[in-house]
C-alpha cells in the first residue's frame, strides 16, 4: 500500500530523533559562513530574513527545518534553530561562533542615529572579537532608514554592548539527520504571479502548495514528504524528482511557469 505524509514539520515522537543530534562543527560553520558571503547583494529566497538562515544551514549540511526543534521558543515566532547557545540581554552579551544564528526579539540598539530597531529578525554571525562576542553578521530585510528594506543580503555591525532591550538568542546549528523514506527540500517562486506546486507520488496528485509572488514571504517554502516511492514537484508541464535537501525554484517559461533544480555553491 503507498504510503504518503505530507508534513510542515514532525509530531513530538518524531522529534526525539533530533535529541541526540550533534553540533556542527567547526568546518560546517564555516560553510555557513562562506554561503553567505557569497550571497551579499543578492535576495536569497524571497527575501526574509530566515530565509537566508534556512539556505544557508541546507547548503552547508545542517539541519534546516525548524519544526522539528519543536515549538517556537519563548513564544511564537521565535524561531529555534538549533542547540540554544544563551541569551544577550541589555548588558549581558553571550559568546557566539562565526556560522552562529541569531533570533531577535523586540531588539533596541543605540546608534549614532538614534536607535536601530530589531523588532523581530534573524541573522547569522559573520565575524567576532577576541572576547568571542559579535562584530558583525550577515542578514536581509533591513530598514537601514527611509524607504523599504533591503531584502538583499548585506553583512553589518552588530554591538551587543550597545543592546538597550529585547534580548537575542544564539543558537548553534545542528548536524542534518535523514529520515528513511523522507524527503525534505526548499522551493523558491522567482516569478512576479503567485504559482501552485503541486507534489506527485507514482502519478497521482498527493497534495499542492501555494508560493507567493518573488519577493515576498511567501516565496520560499520548506517541504517535507514521506512516501513509499520517489515523490516529485510538478509546476505547469514540468516535472523533477525531490531530491533530499535540494533547492528548487519556479521560474517563468514560453509555456507558463517551470520547477528548476538551483545549482548550490561549491563547499
Known amino acids: 500500500m503507498l504510503l504518503v505524509t505530507l508534513l510542515a514539520g514532525l509530531s513530538g515522537q518524531e522529534r526525539s530523533f533530533f535529541d541526540g543530534a550533534k553540533p556542527v562543527d567547526a568546518a560546517g560553520l564555516a560553510k555557513i559562513a562562506a554561503f553567505s558571503a557569497g550571497q551579499i547583494g543578492k535576495q536569497v529566497g524571497g527575501g526574509e530574513c530566515s530565509h537566508l538562515a534556512v539556505e544557508a544551514l541546507r547548503v552547508s549540511g545542517a539541519h534546516f527545518e525548524r519544526s522539528d526543534f519543536g515549538p517556537d521558543a519563548p513564544g511564537p515566532g521565535d524561531y529555534v534553530w538549533g542547540r540554544l ?11 557566539v561562533q562565526v556560522g552562529d544564528i541569531l ?42 532608514g527611509a524607504g523599504a528594506p533591503d531584502r538583499t543580503v548585506q553583512r553589518r555591525p552588530l554591538d551587543l554592548t550597545t543592546l538597550v532591550d529585547g534580548w537575542i538568542r544564539v543558537y548553534q546549528p545542528l548536524v542534518r539527520r535523514d529520515l528513511p523514506s523522507r524527503t525534505v527540500v526548499t522551493v523558491v517562486n522567482h516569478t512576479a504571479n503567485p504559482v501552485t506546486v503541486a507534489v506527485h507520488v507514482e502519478g497521482a496528485a498527493s497534495s499542492t502548495f501555494l508560493l507567493g509572488s518573488a519577493g515576498s514571504d511567501a516565496a520560499h517554502f520548506t517541504r517535507w514528504i514521506t512516501a513509499s516511492s520517489r515523490p516529485r514537484l510538478v509546476v505547469g508541464a514540468t516535472s523533477l524528482p525531490m531530491e533530499q535537501t535540494a533547492g528548487y525554484a519556479v521560474a517563468s517559461g514560453r509555456s507558463g511557469p517551470t520547477v528548476q533544480r538551483l545549482a548550490d555553491p561549491a563547499q
Not at 105 to 132: E, K
Open 85 to 95: 547557545v544563551g541569551t544577550a540581554t541589555a548588558g549581558k552579551p553571550v559568546g
Open 103 to 144: 533570533q531577535f526579539r523586540s531588539v533596541r540598539l543605540r546608534s549614532g542615529f538614534g536607535v536601530a530597531l530589531r523588532p523581530h529578525h534573524t541573522a547569522i554571525v559573520a565575524q567576532i572579537d577576541a572576547a568571542g562576542h559579535p562584530m558583525e553578521v550577515f542578514e536581509q530585510n533591513i530598514s537601514t
